[in-house]
């Protein structure tokens, strides 16, 4: 007697109409194939009958346990670094380049490690941002006069700080995000 010819139990028909559910609600089966899959599992006495309810969905059949997941996860991407050394070049380009370094780097270095891309995109999004806000200013203070020349000195110290602890949390291993920015860069 092959273990196909073996009887099912309740549990996994059961079983077999959870993961149903679980097709149906994930979109992968539609109404009229949900039912009549579902009417095959509950009439199902063998355990063949029972994998012939997933035919064409899954490339194994339904196992005598209860499994945590039908799916084997997706293997994990690895690669050779973790994008700190980079990542952090990203963030201190900004000091000479303001926001054109770091966008070089997104735009060369961050193809090839996500890890990279994130910092740059971070680093890029900040130095964007203090820009826009230097501009706003600058117009603001031609536009009211010299009084509101006082806060470029307070922009300038809180962009030049915020540029090094980026650098210095992403040297560190840190996912730094900077405070007040505007994420425009996906």
Known sequence: MSTSELRVTTEQRDRAVEILQEMYADGRVDKFEFDTRLE???KARTRAELNGTFDGLMARPVPTHVPAAFSRPAPIQRYTGDGRGMGTVAHWLGYPTFFVG???????AGKQNPAVRRHAVEALNFQLTAFMAFAALGILTGTVGSFMGFAFPILGVMWFILTGVGGIATAAGSNFRYPFTLRLIK
């Open 40 to 42: 095959l599992a509950l």
């Open 102 to 108: 770091p966008a070089l780097v997104v735009a060369t």
